[in-house]
């Protein structure tokens, strides 16, 4: 593999930073949004529904096969409060966004690799 030129030095250090810009002012602060309204949407979650309990009866329920398991989720879902139901949605909703946004920094990073 060649060395690089000084020309290809300074090119590389410049898109280094141009990557940080972008990085810092277009993903940071969607992160840091969603995890903000995750953590609010959790707060509510977590004074409404007794979280070990809910463990212990999903053990149990898992315990027997997969059909009782999942019937469980279901019903325990449906059983609770709209709050909650909006919480736990909110929950993964944005959870699921907060992953999209680290792939695809992962991937524009990944680029800066290629030639």
Request: overall charge positive; hydrophobic content about 55%.
């Amino acid at each position: 593999m060649p060395t690089p030129t000084l020309n290809e030095f300074f090119k590389n250090r410049v898109l280094w930073k141009v990557y940080a810009i972008w990085f810092m002012r277009r993903i940071v602060p969607l992160i840091v949004a969603q995890i903000v309204i995750l953590l609010i949407a959790l707060r509510i979650f977590a004074n409404k529904v007794f979280v070990g309990k809910v463990l212990e009866n999903a053990t149990g329920a898992a315990d027997s096969n997969l059909w009782e398991f999942i019937k469980y989720i279901f019903t325990a879902f449906f059983g609770t409060h709209t709050l909650v139901q909006i919480a736990i949605l909110l929950g993964l909703g944005i959870s699921s966004l907060i992953l999209r946004d680290f792939g695809r920094a992962l991937i524009a990073y990944l680029n800066t690799f290629r030639r």
